[in-house]
């Protein structure tokens, strides 16, 4: 039977007290939620009987998280990210906004400051000689199939090791490979000219990694082009989409495979004529529809933060 001690005075006023929520000041919201949180680690501790040597694992395990600046990507790992989707699908069912591209996760690895390009963009600037070309092209339309004129479609992805320009260890890429963003038209079209992603995988080394070690998982993505989709009077989408035939499709460690976000490409000459790398290469349609404003303004917007580069 462990010790109990929860519920005592003692521990209550000590939560309090730590939250300062008899005191004046700071911010309510914070005090509210940290409140909560911090209660919600000791009633554990006390359930789980937790001994001090596990509580400082965890303590010293966010100094090495921080170290790492993985906070991000544990939070992807550990289905974090999932259930903030999850929750946003759930108010959009019940505000009644189904028509939509669904959104999946961000993920940490979006840079901002990439070019814009008008209806075309090729996104590979660095050669890349274990991967294949790839035309990725569809168009924007609202949830009435109307071209969106305008739209921003910002994309990015790994290059044929899984790793992302701006966080490649290997330091093989230039800023912004395999990123870029395109402006549409009237027709609403877009077009990206680049190369054949590979899945991510997680630092080996890092406590990403660590942890999931523990739990004896994978920290793998099966291959996948991440993308922001905005427009003028529309909710910004943030999706992606899984290529179809990569093994861990439905296995994914940040759980954002969709069934409507499965896109499978297919084989086209004429590559040479577009200045792809060879004439074969893989061509994949995917379009977005956009959602309008609920009540005049985009309740999917996040904010949270992301690296940047000036251009
Ligand atoms: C990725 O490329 C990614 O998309 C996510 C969600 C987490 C880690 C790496
Ligand atoms: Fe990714």
Not at 50 to 62: F, R
Not at 138 to 151: C, H, S, Y
Not at 215 to 227: E, I, K, S, Y
Request: hydrophobic letters at 40%; a negative charge; one cysteine or more.
């Amino acid at each position: 039977m462990g010790i109990h001690t929860f519920n005592t005075d003692e521990v209550q006023s000590l939560l309090r007290a730590a939250c300062n929520l008899d005191g004046m000041g700071g911010n309510p919201r914070f005090k509210q939620i940290l409140h909560r949180l911090l209660g919600d680690l000791f009633k554990a501790i006390d359930d789980l009987d937790m001994t001090p040597d596990e509580v400082w694992a965890g303590v010293n395990y966010l100094n090495q998280l921080g170290k790492d600046g993985e906070a991000a990507l544990l939070a992807a790992g550990l289905g974090l990210e999932k259930f903030l989707d999850i929750r946003m699908d759930a108010a959009d069912k019940a505000d009644h906004i189904d028509a939509g591209t669904p959104r999946t996760i961000e993920g940490p690895l979006y840079v901002a400051g990439a070019p814009v390009a008008n209806g075309m963009a090729k996104i590979d600037t660095n050669p890349d000689a274990d991967a294949e070309a790839l035309v990725i092209h569809g168009t924007v339309t609202d949830t009435e199939g109307k071209p969106v004129d305008g739209a921003l479609v910002e994309c990015w992805h790994a290059n044929s090791k899984g790793f992302y320009s701006h966080f490649d260890p290997t330091g093989a890429q230039s800023e912004f490979n395999l990123r870029g963003a395109v402006k549409t038209g009237a027709d609403g079209r877009y077009e990206f000219r680049t190369l054949m992603p590979v899945g991510y995988g997680c630092p080996p080394q890092g406590s990403t990694q660590h942890v999931l070690n523990a739990l004896a998982r994978h920290g793998n993505r099966p291959a996948h082009v991440h993308f922001f989709v905005s427009g003028d009077h529309l909710r910004k989408l943030t999706t992606q989409f899984n290529v179809a035939g990569d093994p861990l499709i439905w296995d994914d460690f940040a759980y954002a495979t969709r069934e409507a976000l499965i896109a499978a490409a297919t084989q086209k000459t004429g590559g040479t004529a577009l200045g792809l790398k060879t004439d074969t290469y893989n061509d994949i349609e995917f379009n977005f529809r956009l959602t309008h404003l609920y009540k005049g303004t985009d309740n999917q917007l996040v904010h949270r933060e992301r690296a940047a580069v000036d251009v």
